[in-house]
């Protein structure tokens, strides 16, 4: 069992040689696989698609040929090559009724807190309104030093941020071997890991230099593997080449499922609560103890006081009136406006502020301490 069809959210990577054929957008692919895509929609899951392309349908179109190029040629490549790659992705999704969105992300999106807090926002709500978003690193103006370089990482880093259960990468191979089944017979597939080991890391081999496309490898894919289990998300290799590459992994054909440490909402709630440092408090009356201990969000009605200096999506200390932590959350308004709407119904927010972002902390970004959920 993979757990694909039990997950709500899921993250597929489509490399550049699935996407790209020798004289633009492989068509004939894409339309397969968004019939397949669309039939996880069906069930009402929530799909979001990383592709990589952007550069190789770029060379197309400039004539760049096979040959390396320069950074600048391949911001030239990906800004020339990311309409037809976006065009692509909505002819295939158009036919089933499915919206594509393209969203634009660098390193710097997925690790700096306030842009990581705005590109969660804008990813949840495309998924809520069933849209498919097309993910793609920001080729034409990021920088080596903020790159990531490969679509697996990025990826990685995208279901993390999303919450995403399963993230599915699509390879030129069937998933991790123990050694490179091309040049060794003997090779044998592992179609199961729980831990990955330096053993199992070792395994990994480098890119498919025949394809002549893409900068992954089995070695990127096991690093991104890394990244999702420690979000609680399972990771699935298989081959891509095929026209429905999802159906196939729910049909038990050959792939490597590695799975996660913990589940997704409990790696996020351990982070929340371990990983990140708190900018300030919120002091909280008994009544909201016991509706946060129910699970219920923390509203501005119950915070007697606001402490520290924060920012919106800076996590905070929430401090019972004894004096006790009873957990901490990322807080919905920064300190300024926290101190504002301090007591007030949640129907008197707007007219305090002029918007309103709903809780002061939500459900989901709670993580309390043991005795206060006990």
């Known amino acids: 069992m993979t757990g694909l069809d039990r997950a709500r959210r899921i993250v597929v990577k489509v490399g550049s040689a699935l996407v790209a054929g020798e004289a633009g957008p ?4 894409l339309a397969a696989f968004a019939a397949d895509l669309a039939r996880l929609r069906a069930r009402g899951q929530q799909v979001l698609v ?5 550069i190789a349908l770029g060379r197309h179109r400039l004539g760049m040929g096979r040959r390396k190029l ?16 976006m065009r692509a992705w909505e002819e295939a999704l158009e036919p089933h009724g499915l919206t594509a969105a393209q969203v634009l992300i660098t390193k710097n999106d997925t ?21 498919v978003p097309v993910v793609n690193e920001n080729d034409t103006v990021v920088t080596e030093e903020i790159r990531y370089g490969d679509n697996d990482r990025l990826a990685a880093r995208v279901a993390q941020m999303i919450g995403a259960e399963v993230l599915v990468l699509l390879s030129d191979i069937d998933g991790l071997y123990t050694a490179d089944p091309r040049s060794d ?5 592992l179609p199961r890991i729980e831990r990955l080991t330096p053993e199992i890391e070792a395994m990994a081999g480098g890119a498919n230099a025949a394809a002549g496309v893409g900068t992954g490898g089995m070695a990127t894919k096991i690093m991104a593997a890394r990244i999702a289990q ?5 990771t699935i290799i ?3 080449r095929r026209p429905a590459p999802l159906a196939a992994i729910e049909a038990g054909e050959a792939a490597t499922v590695i799975e996660p440490a913990l589940s997704a909402a409990a790696a996020y709630k351990a982070w929340i609560a371990g990983s990140l440092a708190t900018a300030g408090a919120l002091v909280i009356d008994d009544g909201a103890a016991r509706a946060l201990a129910g699970g219920k969000s923390l509203l501005a009605a119950g915070v007697k006081a606001v402490s520290g200096r924060f920012d919106k999506g800076d996590a905070v200390r ?15 308004y920064d300190s300024a406006d926290a101190e504002k709407i301090c007591g007030l119904k949640s129907g008197a927010i707007e007219a305090a502020l002029g918007f309103t972002y709903g809780p002061m902390v939500h459900a989901d970004d709670l993580a309390l301490a043991a005795r206060a959920s006990a």
């Open 26 to 29: 492989d068509t004939a692919w």
């Open 50 to 54: 990383v592709s990589s392309g952007s």
């Open 70 to 85: 320069t950074l600048p040629e391949k911001q030239a490549c990906a800004a020339a090559g990311q309409s037809a790659l």
């Open 111 to 131: 690790e700096m807190r306030r842009r990581w807090l705005n590109a969660h926002a804008t990813l949840s709500t495309l998924l809520s309104l069933g849209v």
């Open 185 to 189: 017979p003997a090779a044998r597939r």
């Open 230 to 234: 420690s979000a609680g998300c399972a």
């Open 238 to 240: 298989t081959l891509g």
């Open 318 to 332: 929430i401090i019972d009136e004894a004096g006790r932590e009873i957990g901490r959350g990322l807080a919905r």
